[in-house]
């Protein structure tokens, strides 16, 4: 949880605190439920001070941090690609933007898009389909757009800038053992297991078509535009994420071999409590993982909030545990509600754990080419935009994910 997170929920307990009626009936019950939840809001808002401090003592200079940076491997989810390519050499990219970019191209307007002028004027190269291409750092903004928007990303994911079509990275197939032994004594070699992951750059592509007179007479097209385009990739980039095959694609946590997987039976089941999030969580915590985050489709959320009591005509809702409350829930409408569970066509999957143990390969930039004489946009004084984005999804610590499958 992030720290105005944690205030927004200890706020909401310290409030309900207050209204607690002590004479009503479970009264008791609540309280401590609600004193055992601020206890672990504490302990979090104390590893995060924990970081506010290192981060202070950290007396590296700008030059040292920017040198980091070139040297990282993988990027956390704060930190950008733009700014990761320019401190390995690469142009600039503060304060451009990508929209301005294609409406000065379409338009010839420039007011206000100087940078982006200039980046136009250097492009020499020209596309496949009688366009031209968008220059690096100004894909590197999108790509980094992209990011921000899609749910695997905020759930923790990392990212891994490959600079070939295909790399490999290390994983833990399973944990070393550590051996008490006595002196002189021969130590026990530990059943741990290491293994190599391939990734390989899958392309995940988009088409837009637009008039040419919405770009030269809607104000805020260029902002339209990037939402758009970046929405699309970053919806795709989930999907594959979590229900990847693996066949010539990505493989995603719902096909991922390893993974913690609690089920609601044969033919699926309605949630009536927390259960089945707590068995899930209990099975990652076994692997020595720490469920952190839970992504669900928008009707699983719901149908949690509705959860009553279940006694006879009680309407009173149901509290959900401290532990599930910790949890960062993050809604998508890239998980299904339509998927295969024995008898029924419409389960769905909740997903959890630590995804930090999980990375978005990406090749480096978006091949982005725009084109108005590409197919019949010509004729219809219109533009194509296509974008390629080619990416992976790599999994260290299968065992510190999971799923729950089968909800209704």
Known sequence: MKRHEIKARRDAI???????????????????????????????AKHLDMLDQLDATNDATPAERRDSLADATMLAPEQRMAAWAEARGGQSSEGLSFGRYVAGSLTGRWQGAERERELRTMASTS?????????EPLSNVLIDLVRNRAVFVQAGARTIPMASSSQR??????????????????ITESD?????????AYSIAALLRFNNELAEDAPGFDAMLTSALSSTLALKLDALSLYGTGASQPIGLRNLTGAAEETMGGNGAALTNYDPFLTLMQTIEEANGMATVAIMAPRTRTKLAKLVTGISGDLTKLTPPADFTALRRLVSNQVSITETQGSSGVASTAFMGDFTQCAVALRQGITIEMSRVADDAFSKNQTLIRA????????????????LIGVL
């Open 14 to 44: 310290q409030a309900e605190l207050r209204q607690l009626d002590p004479t009503a009936e479970n009264a008791e019950t609540r309280m401590a439920e609600l004193e055992t939840e601020l206890g672990t809001l504490a302990t979090r």
């Open 169 to 186: 990275v290390p994983m833990v197939a399973s944990d070393p053992t550590a051996y008490l032994r006595g002196e002189g004594q021969e």
């Open 127 to 135: 596309g496949a389909t009688g366009g031209f291409l968008v220059p």
């Open 388 to 403: 390629i984005m080619r990416a992976d999804i790599a999994w260290f610590r299968p065992a510190h994910v999971g799923r």
């Open 192 to 200: 741990a297991s290491f293994a190599a992951y391939n990734l390989h």
